[in-house]
């Protein structure tokens, strides 16, 4: 009688990708980004040249949006998880992602950050987005710190809405917003197991995670409104309403 001969093979969970899609004045394709620097109601009560805002990942400036003197924008744009994307991804492993927003312009300004994560199957043109994976599985650690959850508007599996509550002073940069990363374990808990057998009787059992071949990916946006006539103009830029304390902190109504 012929023993029975097994072989294993495992393939990669998942491919990395992220983005920073920031600081465009207006929608453009998927690269959908918002800097909001006045109000259409309030935009003679200040000077748009003063403003700009930068999304800072550990200490480096991936992408910013200042309007300078000669009334031009200023822009550069990059891409989040760069130093992930050269090492191999482990499930469950914690990594370093300190994000935060620094006010670049020349005028103090509130801001605010949208998050938001998804999953996706393929690569490049071919890449479609999957809606089985839970975007929770996208554990982006957020610290508090001096930064509110919009709980009305957001939606805590793909969409986070976060404003920081004091005023930005120009040229300061915000407390950490998120500080860590990770993929939750269990999804390498997902797998199939595929038995084929040869012409002799020999068994090949290959077992393939449930979920090779896609991809994650998170979105950073950032917006800044001005300081003054604060509760009329973060309502018209942002459609929240907020009480302004005496220090200019805002907290959402």
């Known amino acids: 009688m012929k023993k029975k001969k097994k072989s294993f093979s495992v393939k990669p969970v998942i491919l990395l990708t992220a983005s920073a899609l920031l600081l465009l004045g207006s929608t453009v394709g998927s690269a959908r980004a918002a800097l909001t620097y006045y109000s259409e109601n309030y935009g003679i009560e200040m000077s748009t040249s003063n403003i700009g805002v930068s999304l800072v990942e550990n200490g480096n400036v991936i992408s910013s949006r200042d309007y300078d003197k000669d009334g031009e924008w200023n822009e550069t744009t990059g891409d ?128 393939v995670y449930d979920y090779d071949g896609y991809s994650f990916q998170i979105e950073a946006e950032v917006d800044a409104v001005q300081t003054h006539n604060a509760v009329d103009a973060i309502k018209s830029a942002w459609g929240v309403d907020v009480d302004v304390a005496a220090n200019g902190d805002i907290s959402l109504r």
């Open 80 to 207: 989040l998880l760069e130093g992930l994307k050269k090492e191999k991804l482990v499930l469950g492993k914690k990594y370093e992602e300190n994000l935060s927003v620094t006010n670049s312009g020349t005028i103090d300004s509130y801001v605010r950050v949208i998050l938001n994560k998804s999953w996706s199957k393929g690569e490049g043109a071919d890449a479609v987005k999957d809606t089985k994976l839970s975007p929770e599985l996208i554990d982006l650690n957020l610290t508090g710190n001096g930064w509110v959850v919009d709980n009305t508007t957001s939606n805590s599996k793909e969409r986070t809405i976060l404003y920081y509550t004091s005023i930005l002073p120009a040229g300061e940069t915000t407390p950490d917003f998120a500080d860590s990363l990770r993929i939750d374990p269990s999804l390498g808990k997902k797998v199939t197991e595929h038995v084929t057998e040869d012409e002799n009787g020999y068994k090949t059992i290959t077992t």
